[in-house]
């Protein structure tokens, strides 16, 4: 997983790579991380059964606090309100699955890829026998706000139903408010695999590409590049790599903490 990852280093930070190093070096380090993220995304970032928030998101971030010197301080909400949160400082970074998009680098910045983004899911009732790919997408799909998936959802002609959680999106098609809705293919294998197998099934892929990043606030100068140095070293020590298994290998998966109800 860290060998694809390291040949992608470099991509949302290449330029200025001297300045970048004299800022990051002269940066004071900081004692607290405050990380905004989106606590209904699982595996990437949820609360478990006893509220506390986990994922790979949240030990990926866990580690490059403790590379940074930091204590981490999460605090969860409605994806469409982090960009917000570090624009006005009540963030340092946020997480939660983030795609690089133009909009978003006028306001934020962003880390290296820390996630090879895999094929995209599609989920509908098991009772519908309609939908079974992207082409199909004509009817009430379910999105969460601020996502790229609105604009995916449009492209195929679907009627947009956005929702600020993920399981939301979940109930909204058990409920039949909608026809299906679309997720990273890890979070809907969670799902799957934490219950939402009882009334819900695959219905196609949408082809993924890039990866996803830490949105980091333009305010807080030298941190994106003490991040992407952090994440840098994790990639080569191996710390990477055992993060990413206990989230993502096959045989772990349905051992992860579930999701707190």
Same mark, same amino acid.
């Given at each position: 997983a860290a060998l694809a990852l390291c040949m992608m280093v470099g991509l949302s930070g290449c330029g200025g790579e001297k300045q970048a190093a004299s800022k990051a070096a002269s940066a004071p380090a900081k004692k607290e991380l405050k990380v905004a993220c989106v606590a209904t995304y699982p595996p990437f970032v949820y609360k478990d059964k006893e509220g506390k928030i986990v994922?790979? !998101?949240?030990?990926?971030?866990?580690?490059? *606090?403790?590379?940074?010197?930091a204590q981490v301080v999460y605090e969860?909400?409605?994806?469409? =309100?982090?960009v917000p949160a570090l624009q006005a400082s009540k963030a340092d970074i946020a997480v939660a699955a983030v795609d690089m998009t133009q909009d978003r680098a006028d306001k934020v910045d962003f880390s290296n890829i820390y996630y090879s983004k895999e094929n995209v899911s599609i989920l509908a009732r098991k009772e519908d026998n309609e939908i079974r790919g992207p082409e199909d997408l004509k009817g009430k799909v379910a999105v969460e706000k601020g996502t790229v998936y609105v604009g995916t959802a449009k492209q195929y002609g *679907?009627?947009?139903?956005?929702? !600020?959680?993920?399981?939301?999106?979940?109930? *909204?098609? /058990? !409920?039949? =408010?909608?026809? *299906?809705?679309?997720?990273d293919k890890p979070v809907a294998r969670f799902?799957?695999?934490?219950?939402?197998? =009882?009334?819900?099934?695959?219905?196609?892929?949408?082809?993924?590409?890039?990866?996803?990043?830490?949105?980091?606030?333009?305010?807080? /100068?030298?941190?994106? /590049?003490?991040?992407?140095?952090?994440? !840098?070293?994790?990639?080569?020590?191996?710390?990477?790599d055992k993060i990413y298994d206990k989230w993502f290998a096959d045989e772990n998966f349905s051992k992860e903490p579930d999701v707190k109800s």
């Open positions: 994922g790979f !998101d949240v030990d990926i971030t866990g580690a490059v *606090a403790k590379e940074l010197g969860s909400m409605p994806f469409n =309100e982090m *679907a009627e947009v139903k956005e929702y !600020d959680y993920h399981d939301q999106l979940i109930k *909204a098609v /058990e !409920d039949n =408010e909608a026809d *299906a809705l679309i997720l799902y799957l695999a934490h219950g939402a197998s =009882e009334k819900l099934k695959p219905a196609g892929i949408i082809s993924g590409s890039g990866g996803f990043v830490m949105m980091v606030s333009k305010k807080d /100068e030298g941190l994106r /590049e003490k991040v992407n140095e952090a994440l !840098d070293k994790l990639m080569k020590n191996g710390e990477y």
